[in-house]
């Protein structure tokens, strides 16, 4: 009853009705619904742990005896823990499910009977044989012998799973039933996506959602062969576990090949032609993102799957099966470019910066400039490796989604557009050729994966002893000038521009969007800092324009170019590059200067967006930041008529070509402002604000802000908001009043627009002002989400109602002439 009552509260708590029944059990639900059939050993799985065991040589049994105990005792406690971990996953599954069997019985139920019987199935039966198995487990371990025996847990296990057989033939009905009721029913949506369950045996909780949980069985019987192969290769030939481990291992891995690729499709499983070999066509170290957790794992395509490995470094490098899909029925969905949280990103900034100085240094040595021991230059070595080794598993922001047909998925981040092409067209193409494939053994594909790398080193070695050439170090210019040979005039073109640092790309510069032009011709210029550059990318992308956004970008070509600075040094250099089909001539030139370490703003940096409104203001010159002039000011002048302006969002690819423009050339936003539609200026406006590092009403001030709401005087509720206002920092204060402004000249059009004070107070408030992530001192002010928004909404419509506010200030002096000069500027 606890666990029941524990789930009808979960459940009222989203307001779903809930009729209690002391009767109902967990049978109940799947009453005639079970297979009884047994199916043979081979077919069937015991419980899968990952194991992270240390690097302890690669023989089975090898090695001293009592050595080779204490290495065992340490596998088990790690089996012990991973299946602790996996039972609070199973029980955070069924946590729901006697109370959703409850609310059938209602006249608004949340899933029918039938529904419940296919999302849950056969998942109490796992519960009850994992405890039952861990129960086992930890006895053992607590008595503390070394010579102890576990082999007939293990096998007691083998001989009672055939109920993941069920589980599994299962998977795709569960999964599709979940998708459909979260897609058709909010309650269980909320339900599904808000699953909480312990982590590690802790009072700390994870979210997971339903589908997220359904998989970690399956995701746990591909794990079998590597936790037998750990534990037995610790155990001493003559101790009586080994021949039972032994045949346990042989059933798991015979059954992990037969469930990963025989039992969802049994059909399409055919072995490849006689003759045919599996073979490496590429691999690389790419960022696995699972559970919002970036790993750093060498990925490999063969011809007819992809491998994710884990490589533990040491005198014996291993490699450590992670996961597997079959190219057959592979299907790769790129997604938004991902950004990086402000306490992140600022970790980044000073990880790039520590990486540049220990750099500097260890290049000062090699000059002969600075003479440092031996054990200095190594411990410089060793801190460069760990810095770049985080900033690579945190830089890449351009997701790929990897989906089988047998329901299995998995994200893998990439750094460059140049990149995620490389590898989608590698894997369309291998996926094309051949339906055909042979079930992998994991285990020996792994272990050979060592030997069969191509890249030999991750892109992070940025110090080899026998390099002399440091690459280019200062600014490299670049002129996109124009494009020939287009077999399709009429699509819309940019030109991406990419650049490495030590090896390592990321996206720099992109073009504006040039619509159906035969010769499409940018005339661009961009200056970019680089910082150990040899080679610059350059992709010609395919925008889907107004009326097809809901098409990808496509990768129509791409090159890369090798720099060379001498023959860059101080000179331009004009040449004709091809990207497949396509002619594209660029003019390059290079300066040489010392740099200052990233994330210290430079005089040529134009970034806006996710800055400090201060740090925009100051380097452009003013007091209201250009991009909030001009979008108002275009607003005003086309679209204060537009029915629901700054509530109806602009197109999504507008609003980031804007975006883009605004953080790279400044010429360039200004005449694609006039170009594209007016919700998606009100759109970049609105994005802007949101991406406030510091929103543009401080946090300090919300206390303030608030308390001044509550006050019944009407004069002097609004002479508090004044003075609040008037002790804002300048650049905040003014940007402020000429968004006040600019909104009441808006909601003077409402009539037509139907956008009141009151309708812009609430699109506006959230973006504008935000409380403190804790209350300032004993006595702050505590509010709930909901008093949150109010407050929010509240503290603009007061501000748009004042009238006595004074008018801001919009540029400095000096500014002026330069400043108008570029917005009259024709294109």
């Known amino acids: 009853m606890e666990v029941f009552n524990e789930a009808v509260e979960y459940l009222l708590g989203y307001g779903i009705p809930v009729v209690e029944d002391d009767q109902m059990d967990l049978e109940d639900v799947f009453d005639g619904e079970c297979d009884n059939g047994f199916l043979s050993a081979i077919d069937s799985p015991f419980s899968p742990v990952r194991t992270e065991s240390a690097d302890f040589g690669d023989g089975l049994g090898e090695g001293d005896p009592e050595k080779m105990l204490e290495r065992r005792a340490l596998v088990l406690k790690s089996i012990l823990s991973s299946e602790q971990q996996y039972l609070s996953e199973l029980e955070a599954m069924l946590m729901p499910m006697k109370a959703l069997k409850a609310t059938a019985c209602t006249s608004q139920p949340v899933l029918t009977n039938q529904q419940i019987r296919t999302v849950f199935f056969q998942a109490p039966e796992l519960l009850a044989l994992h405890r039952e198995f861990h129960e086992g487990l930890r006895e053992r371990l607590q008595q ?192 938004p470019e991902c950004q990086l949280p402000p306490d992140t990103q600022c970790r980044m900034d000073q990880m790039k910066q520590k990486a540049f100085r220990l750099r500097q240094e260890i290049q000062l040595q090699r000059k002969g400039s600075r003479v440092l021991s031996t054990r200095t230059i190594d411990r410089a070595r060793k801190k460069l490796l760990d810095c770049e080794l985080w900033i690579l598993s945190h830089s890449p922001s351009l997701p790929l989604e990897l989906h089988s047909r047998c329901g299995k998925s998995h994200t893998v981040l990439l750094s460059s557009l140049y990149e995620l092409s490389e590898w989608r067209d590698h894997v369309e193409r291998l996926r094309g050729e051949s339906c055909e494939r042979v079930s992998p053994d994991l285990l020996n594909l792994t272990n050979s994966c060592f030997k069969l790398r191509t890249t030999h080193h991750p892109p992070l070695y940025s110090t080899l002893e026998d390099s002399s050439d440091l690459g280019l170090c200062g600014t490299l210019c670049v ?20 650049v490495d640092s030590f090896g390592y790309f990321e996206n720099k510069a992109q073009t504006r969007v040039l619509m159906g032009v035969l010769t499409p011709s940018w005339e661009e210029e961009f200056s970019l800092q680089v910082d150990g550059a040899h080679d610059l990318r350059l992709l010609c992308v395919q925008q889907p324009g107004r009326e097809d956004s809901w098409i990808e970008d496509r990768v129509l070509g791409k090159t890369t170019v090798q720099l060379d600075a001498k023959a860059l040094l101080n000179k331009w250099k004009r040449s004709v590059v091809s990207l497949q089909q396509i002619e594209l001539s660029l003019s390059l030139k290079y300066t040489e200067h010392s740099l200052q370490p990233p994330g210290i703003p430079s005089t040529q940096s134009s970034k806006v967006f996710n800055i400090h409104i201060e740090t925009v203001a100051e380097r452009e010159g003013v007091l209201v930041p250009h991009i909030v002039r001009f979008c108002a ?146 006595s702050g002010l505590c509010v709930d989400i909901s008093q949150e928004i109010v407050v929010q909404v509240q503290v603009v419509l007061c501000y748009l109602q004042c009238i006595n506010l004074p008018a801001p200030q919009i540029k400095l002096q000096r500014h002026s002439a330069e400043l108008e000069e570029m917005t009259q500027q024709e294109p």
């Open 479 to 498: 002129v996109i000038h124009r494009a020939t040979q287009l077999q399709q005039p009429e699509i819309d073109l940019s030109i991406f521009l990419e």
């Open 144 to 335: 503390g012998d070394p010579h102890q025996g576990v082999g007939d847990l293990f096998q007691k296990v083998v001989n009672q799973l055939g109920v993941y057989r069920g589980f599994i033939d299962n998977y795709e009905s569960a999964i599709a039933t979940v998708r459909k009721c979260t897609q058709t029913d909010d309650r269980f949506k909320t339900l599904a996506e808000n699953m909480m369950s312990s982590k590690d045996g802790s009072n700390c909780r994870t979210k997971y959602t339903l589908e997220a949980l359904l998989y970690k069985p399956l995701d746990r019987v591909t794990k079998t062969t590597l936790v037998l192969h750990d534990l037995l290769k610790h155990t001493p030939e003559d101790h009586p576990d080994r021949p039972l481990l032994q045949e346990a291992l042989r059933i798991s891995s015979s059954f992990l090949s037969g469930v990963n690729e025989e039992v969802p499709h049994k059909k399409s499983a055919v072995t490849i032609s006689k003759g045919t070999t599996r073979q490496l066509v590429k691999d690389g170290f790419l960022v696995d993102l699972s559970d919002g957790t970036r790993n750093l794992r060498h990925v490999f395509l063969f011809t007819d799957l992809i491998l994710c490995a884990k490589l533990k470094a040491g005198r014996q490098p291993q490699y450590r099966f992670v996961w597997y899909l079959p190219l057959p029925g592979l299907s790769l969905i790129p997604g």
């Open 633 to 778: 000011e275009e607003v005003e002048r086309r679209g204060l008529q537009e029915v629901g302006i700054y509530r109806i969002s602009g197109v999504a690819t507008e609003v980031q070509a804007l975006r883009t423009a605004f953080n790279t050339n400044l010429r360039d936003a200004l005449v694609r402002l006039k170009a594209v539609d007016v919700n998606a200026v009100s759109g970049t406006l609105k994005l802007y604000l949101r991406e406030l590092p510091e929103p543009l009403l401080p946090p300090q001030y919300f206390q303030a802000l608030a308390a001044a709401l509550v006050i019944a005087d009407p004069l002097e509720k609004e002479h508090r908001l004044v003075s609040v206002l008037q002790s804002l920092p300048s650049v905040n204060r003014n940007t402020f009043l000429f968004l006040l402004e600019h909104l009441r000249r808006v909601s003077q059009n409402q009539e037509v627009n139907k956008m009141t004070a009151q309708n812009l107070a609430t699109v506006f408030g959230p973006s504008l002002l935000r409380p403190p992530e804790e209350p300032l001192g004993d």
